[in-house]
């Protein structure tokens, strides 16, 4: 499965983003999903995770209340809606898909900047 995440951008501290990730080449339905970020001069880190037929979702703590992560599998697209944005939410975003319930990430895309800055 190939992966492309879009959205990111430059916002106000308390503002909001939504990132989308297209999937193609596989059936993006059998595929749990993922959304990590990675922060200059960080490791990259979990965000949230969603099952293949959004059954399950996961967050980190960091991020439990604010962000939301959702699929449509008809349209083979992952969404992060992320609010009440912080600065230390600014990270290159990236989605990621495994076939394995709880699995580690198995594919990749290109990440999108999120810039939180007032």
């Known amino acids: 499965v190939q992966l492309q995440a879009s959205g990111g951008g430059t916002v106000q501290p308390g503002g909001s983003l939504r990132l989308s990730c297209a999937a193609s080449g596989s059936t993006f339905s059998a595929y749990h999903m993922g959304w990590y970020r990675q922060a200059p001069g960080k490791e990259r880190e979990f965000v949230a995770r969603?099952?293949?037929?959004?059954?399950?979702?996961w967050y980190a703590d960091s991020v439990k209340g604010r962000f939301t992560i959702s699929r449509d599998n008809a349209k083979n697209t992952l969404y992060l809606q992320m609010n009440s944005l912080k600065p230390e939410d600014t990270a290159v975003y990236f989605c990621?898909?495994?076939?394995?319930?709880?699995?580690?990430?198995?594919?990749w895309g290109k990440g999108t900047q999120v810039t939180v800055s007032s």
């Open positions: 969603i099952t293949a037929s959004s059954s399950g979702t």
């Open positions: 990621a898909a495994t076939r394995y319930y709880l699995g580690n990430m198995d594919y």
